[in-house]
C-alpha cells in the first residue's frame, strides 16, 4: 500500500514544552506546522514535574543558572525570550500561579492547567498535534529553492516532507515517560557531534553504613549547605536536604548533583548559619544541654542517630578544647562518598546532548545541515532547579519559532 504524503512547512517532532512553543511561534507567523510524538499525551513531563504543579520559570533567569560546554551560547535566547514573556503568555490565559522560595513559580492547582495554556495556543496557531506517531526514518533531501522540501520523514502511517525539521525530543530522563534518544540518533544521523549524557538533578545513593543510616532517617529533612569540587572550582548550594532510604535528595542534593563526580566527595554543612564552633564552646562555659541545644535545629531522631554515629560526652565542660573542635568539624564538613547517583530513573533532566557548538545561538539552525533544528533539552544545556530548565524551553523555542 502506498503511503500518502503530506507536504508542510515545518515538523517539529516532540510535543513537549519546547516542541509546542515553536509551534505555536511558528504557527503565529503563517507557517503551517505539525508536531509528531510517540507518546499518547502531550507534554507528559511538564504533567509530573514540581510534584504535579509544574516550577514552569524563575522571577530571575540568568546565563549563571546552566551548565554548558559554552557558557555563551544561552545568551540570545535567554535575552529574546525572558521570564516576564512567559508569565504575561499564562497571565493571558488566566493561569492562577504562586512564587515560592528563590523566585520560583508554580501552578497555584495543576501543571495540567499549563499544559492545556500550551495546547490552546497551538490550536489557535492552527498546528497540527499528531499523538502515538512514531518516525521510522528520516531522509534529507536537496531542494532548488527555499520554497522546496528539505527533509523527508516516514511514519508507520505517512510520509511528511517540510522545509524545516526541528528536533523538540527531550532527553533520556524519565524513561517511564517514553523518553528516548532519538534526538541524539538524528544527530548521529547527520554528522552532528554529541557531549556525552548523564543523569542530572538526581538523588544521590550510598552503600554500607551510610546507607543505612540514611535509611533509618528516611523522610527527615534538614536545612543544609552542600558542596563539590567540579574539577576546576568548588559549587555550593544552600537549600534543604531529605534523607531517603537509598541515600539522600532534596533541593541541595539535587543541586550538587550536577556537579558530582563518581569518587568524588561531598561535603555537608548541617548548620550552615551558624558559628558552629563558637556556640559549642558557650554551651561549655555555660555547661549547657549539647542535645537540648541539637534539638533546637535537628529532629529527635537525627540528633539521636548523629550521636551514635559521632560520638562525644554530652557534658561539653570535661571535654579538651580539641575535641569540641572535632565534633563542630564533623557537624560543618560532613563529608560523604556517594556510591552513584539515582539513575535515569529518578533524574529530572539529562546533563550533556548535542554540542552547542554545532548550531547557532541565534536561531537553533544545525550550522551544517540547512533547515535542520535543535530545540529544549537534547542540547548540551542544562538549568539549575527552580524553573531554569522550562525556561530553557520556552526560550529556545520561541527563538526557533521565529525562524522556521
Not at 51 to 80: E, M, W, Y
Not at 308 to 329: C, G, H, S, V, Y
Amino acid at each position: 500500500m502506498l503511503l500518502k504524503t503530506n507536504t508542510i512547512d515545518v515538523l517539529i517532532i516532540g510535543a513537549g514544552a519546547s516542541g509546542l512553543m515553536c509551534a505555536a511561534t511558528a504557527g503565529y507567523r503563517g507557517r503551517e506546522v505539525w508536531v509528531l510524538d510517540h507518546a499518547p499525551k502531550a507534554a507528559a513531563k511538564i504533567r509530573i514535574s514540581g510534584g504535579g504543579k509544574c516550577n514552569f520559570t524563575n522571577q530571575v533567569v540568568t546565563p549563571n543558572d546552566f551548565i554548558c560546554q559554552n557558557p555563551h551560547f544561552v545568551k540570545s535566547a535567554l535575552a529574546r525570550y525572558q521570564p516576564q514573556d512567559f508569565i504575561d503568555l499564562v497571565d493571558r490565559h488566566g493561569l492562577e500561579y504562586e512564587e515560592r522560595e528563590l523566585g520560583k513559580l508554580f501552578c497555584r492547582h495543576r501543571a495540567g492547567d499549563l499544559i492545556h495554556i500550551l495546547k490552546t495556543e497551538c490550536d489557535w496557531a492552527g498546528v497540527n498535534l499528531q499523538l502515538n506517531t512514531s518516525v521510522k526514518a528520516i531522509t534529507k533531501l536537496t531542494p532548488k529553492t527555499l520554497a522546496e522540501a528539505a527533509f523527508r520523514v516516514e511514519t508507520s502511517e505517512y510520509f511528511i516532507e517540510c522545509q524545516s525539521l526541528v528536533i523538540a525530543t527531550g532527553a533520556l530522563s524519565f524513561p517511564k515517560l517514553k523518553a528516548s534518544n532519538f534526538g541524539y540518533q538524528v544527530a548521529k544521523q547527520f554528522g552532528l557531534k554529541r557531549i556525552s549524557n548523564r543523569p542530572g538533578l538526581v538523588p544521590l545513593v550510598f552503600e554500607g553504613k551510610w546507607r543505612d543510616f540514611c535509611h533509618q532517617l528516611s523522610g527527615i529533612a534538614l536545612d543544609v549547605s552542600i558542596s563539590t569540587f567540579d574539577g576546576q572550582q568548588e559549587k555550593c548550594f544552600e537549600e534543604a536536604m531529605l534523607f531517603t532510604h537509598q541515600g539522600i535528595s532534596g533541593p541541595g542534593v539535587l543541586q550538587i548533583s550536577n556537579y558530582w563526580r563518581p569518587g568524588q566527595p561531598i561535603k555537608i554543612n548541617l548548620l550552615p548559619k551558624l558559628d558552629v564552633l563558637a556556640e559549642l564552646m558557650r554551651l561549655k562555659q555555660t555547661n549547657a544541654s549539647l542535645v537540648r541545644w541539637l534539638q533546637q535545629f535537628w529532629t529527635k531522631k537525627f540528633t539521636q542517630a548523629w550521636l551514635e554515629m559521632f560520638p562525644i560526652a554530652t557534658k561539653l565542660a570535661d571535654l579538651p578544647n580539641e575535641e569540641i573542635e572535632r565534633f563542630a568539624q564533623q557537624i560543618t564538613h560532613w563529608t560523604l562518598y556517594p556510591s552513584d547517583t539515582a539513575g535515569y530513573d529518578k533524574a529530572e533532566v539529562t546533563l550533556g546532548g548535542v554540542d552547542t557548538d554545532e548550531v547557532s545561538s541565534k536561531n537553533f539552525e544545525a550550522k551544517k545541515v540547512p533547515g535542520l533544528y535543535f530545540i529544549g533539552e537534547v542540547l548540551d544545556v542544562t538549568g539549575h532547579l527552580g524553573g531554569y530548565n522550562f525556561q530553557w524551553a520556552w526560550s529556545s523555542g520561541f527563538a526557533a519559532g521565529q525562524t522556521v
